[in-house]
């Protein structure tokens, strides 16, 4: 079932989405050569503390971090780690999350760390960021949610390679409903997949974590040892955006985005959805 939310429970995620962007801060402040992934996650864990919230990430089915820190050929699910020491030239994925009151903030995104990144790499992550801008602009009232896939994957199809060839779209991990829990029904591809139908109509009340990850090569990950860990197989670097979005009767209020996606749903003649909290 497709949990729909009261304006007050979408005010109480949007609590948790400020949060939730408090942390992005501050962790990509923090990622800076010499830093650890283990820092990061310490960063993150600071700013949780002092907003009063809770890790949606600690604990979950066992994962043993705060956030998720998925640095070049990871895709997701990183544990940060006093092993990992960012180096000029990587680029890291950090998905973060928080709980207040019970409701739940997911949401990602992908930093250049140090200088020197090829313009191959800086188009990957444009990509995949203007990619899922282009999945929360379908987000309207009397689309369906496959219109939020096709819209990801037509974006992507849609932009030039540098080199050649076309972008991995990957297929294992997708978006998904979020609200009283972190990964609710439905699940969200990034892509669209004829078999799996047109899914459930978008009606106000409605919440979704919108995140495509995108490869510099396959569509095809594998998970590592640890049970966690997704890299790609062939070991292409990858990047990862996110953001939780709430359909509301005014239009969408993207809860993790500081001024809730004003700026850019304008880029697509959209107006967001007014702040409950402003």
Known sequence: MVQIKSPEQIAKMREAGLVVA??????REAAVPGATTKD??????KVLAEHGAKSNFLGYGGFPA????SVNEVVVHGIPSEDVVLKD???????????????HGDAAYTAFVGSGHSP????????????????????????RLV?????????????????????????????HGIGSEMHM?????????????????????ICLAIEPMLSLGTPKTEVLSDDWTVITTDGTWSSHWEHSIALTPQGPLVLTAPDGGRAKLAEYGITAAPDPLA
């Open 22 to 27: 408090a942390v992005h801060a501050a962790t």
């Open 66 to 69: 705060t956030i998720c820190t």
């Open 89 to 103: 030239g990587d680029i890291i994925s950090v998905d973060a999350g928080a709980i207040v009151d019970g409701w």
């Open 185 to 205: 029904d439905p699940h969200l591809l990034n892509y669209v997949d004829r078999k799996r139908g047109k899914g459930p109509k978008l009606v106000p009340g």
């Open 40 to 45: 990061l996650d310490e960063v993150a864990r």
């Open 120 to 143: 191959e790499l800086v188009e990957l992550s444009r990509v995949t960021e203007e990619s899922m801008w282009a999945g929360i602009a379908a987000m309207k009232q009397g689309n």
């Open 147 to 175: 219109d939020i896939s096709r819209a990801i994957e037509t974006y992507v199809r849609r932009q030039p390679k540098p080199g050649g060839g076309r972008y991995g779209i990957v297929e294992d991990y997708g978006g």
